[in-house]
């Protein structure tokens, strides 16, 4: 079954790029990635998905390698407010379980 | 619109009693799910639902029980509270086409529950 794995915790000063980065070694070729984060034990929020491209919002840029094992989390001017535990999910087996696991704390420092 | 609401925010139970976590979404969502999450750790999924009617069992459904009699609506029911269901509760709702991969979910501020 797909698995992630993240780094525990990162740092970024502010206004820098925060990169995290994601592996999904496991993926299978039609899944999805998503990213979501969590501010301070609130619910959960979406950020962006991606499954061969690269993609860009208004929150994030997602970088996928090209054989899709791995993934990178951008957010290209860090603020306080982006403090937040990050997880990179992807679903399990063919239903419709999404492995959340443990994510990385990032802290954004002043 | 509201998005997935869910209540109550806190609650105390003693070992033995029962409770409902109520969750409700506006989004006309088909999709809808409960996790569960012990400190420092990641969500793990509890049941969920494909639709009206419709359930079925994550990860770690024991001592759990859900309905889903609307699209709106689903509840999950602790039957007899022990200390080990002490967690924090979010409840989650997305759209997804059959046969469509794309599932993003959309969750509610959760129900911080301890059993004491």
């Known amino acids: 079954d797909a698995k992630t794995t993240q780094p525990p915790s990162m740092d970024c000063a502010e206004g820098r790029a925060a990169n995290l980065p994601c592996n999904h070694s496991?993926?299978?070729?039609?899944?999805?990635v998503y990213w979501y984060r969590q501010i301070h034990s609130q619910g959960p929020q979406y950020i962006i998905h991606?499954?061969?491209n690269n993609e860009t919002n208004e929150m994030a840029s997602l970088i996928i390698t090209e054989d899709r094992k791995s993934s990178t989390l951008i957010l290209p001017h860090a603020t306080l407010r982006d403090t937040a535990v990050y997880y990179c999910?992807?679903?399990?087996?063919?239903?419709?379980?999404?492995?959340f696991g443990t994510g990385t704390s990032l802290t954004v420092i002043p | 619109n509201a998005g997935v609401t869910q209540t109550p925010k806190f609650r105390i139970l003693k070992i033995g009693q029962s409770m409902t976590l109520q969750c409700t979404q506006d989004?006309?969502?088909?999709?809808m799910y409960w996790y569960r999450q012990d400190p420092g750790m990641g969500l793990k999924l509890i049941y969920y639902?494909?639709?009206?009617?419709?359930?079925d069992k994550g990860e770690v459904p024991n001592g759990y029980n859900v309905s889903r009699s609307t699209t709106e609506d689903f509840p999950l029911r602790l039957e007899l509270a022990a200390p080990s269901q002490t967690s924090v509760y979010f409840c989650?709702?997305?759209?997804?086409?059959?046969?469509?991969?794309?599932?993003?979910?959309?969750f509610g501020a959760g129900t911080r529950l301890s059993v004491l």
């Open positions: 989650a709702s997305s759209y997804r086409t059959p046969g469509q991969g794309k599932n993003i979910q959309y």
């Open positions: 496991t993926i299978s070729g039609n899944e999805y």
């Open positions: 991606g499954l061969k």
């Open positions: 999910i992807v679903r399990v087996g063919t239903g419709n379980q999404f492995y």
């Open positions: 989004m006309n969502h088909n999709y």
């Open positions: 639902s494909v639709g009206a009617g419709i359930t």
